[in-house]
């Protein structure tokens, strides 16, 4: 942390922080954002005031300005993690008798109703993702990334820390166990038909065996024999594909995509998990605790999200209405 943004006792007290973090077995991905997080308050705070915080400079009125400092420039779901780290950090440093109390103790989070988010992708750009996988450098691997995401709903860290241990096929059923899902809570998700075909295809040729299901099916078994974890999805070096890797790879699918108008160009990974929320609720109405399991959630308030409807879809009903005189009917 650079010394110019804090004292040296508050820069000391939040680098311990932090490897409190890595030790109670936070992602490394949150503890990389906390840091940012803190580390751009702290820059901010000297920029302003011209001179490096302090611990008693840890005020509410502080941490209000940079609110409204973050509120000019980032979306309300960006403020509000910010105040979340922030309040974390401050609580911890209380805890540590480094300030007297939290600041942001009182301080609230910016509040928004939602707009009927969040959206799913079509099928057309569904499709169009698919192709353009099977066009990519490695497309068997891509193909079968994209698919497990797709058909499981799982998040990308999920679906990039897969081994292959982790996946249980058969000639009729198969299987994927997320081993370190959100909050370190693991669940095992069925695999439909066209996630099987798709690890199908991506197995056969480096087992050496036919792309059919039971010549992939009899070699896999032998997988959970192995010693050591084995990563599912490899890099060019044999390694396993890091989750940079996962992001870029998906990244540059919906931007080739989105460049043919194929697909929404502020389209993002994460909306393969929105678009299986929302095709699971559409094909099972109601069905919000079978949904909750297979996405690891533990309260339905956050399964229920995906009931909402979309803005098209508010549009279309709004239109619907009989004091329309100007709609279809």
Known sequence: MPAAVAAPIL??????WLTDL??????????????????????????????????????????????????????TATVNLHLTALRRWCAWLVEHHALTANPLARLKGIRQQRGGEPNDLSDTALHALLREAQRSRHPLRDYAVLQLMIQTGMRIGECQALNWQDIALGEKQGAVMIRSGKGNKARRIPLNGSACAALVAYAAPMFDVAPTRKAVVAVWAACHNFPQPTPLWQSQKGQRMSISACWGMLHGLIRRT?????VPADATPHQLRHTFARRYLATHPGDLI?????LGHTDLNTTSRYTQPTMTELAERVD???????GEG
Do not use: K
């Open 11 to 16: 820069r000391d007290f939040t680098t311990t």
């Open 22 to 75: 890595v030790l109670a077995d936070h992602a490394a991905r949150t503890v990389r954002r906390y840091r940012q997080i803190v580390q751009h308050f702290l820059a901010w705070y000297a920029q302003q005031e011209h001179r490096p915080i302090t611990p008693a400079d840890c005020t509410p009125i502080a941490f209000g300005t940079y609110r409204q400092h973050l509120q000019r420039t980032m979306a």
């Open 258 to 262: 989105a460049a043919r108008d194929l």
């Open 290 to 294: 079978g949904l909750a399991r297979l």
């Open 320 to 326: 619907q209405l009989g004091l329309n005189a100007y």
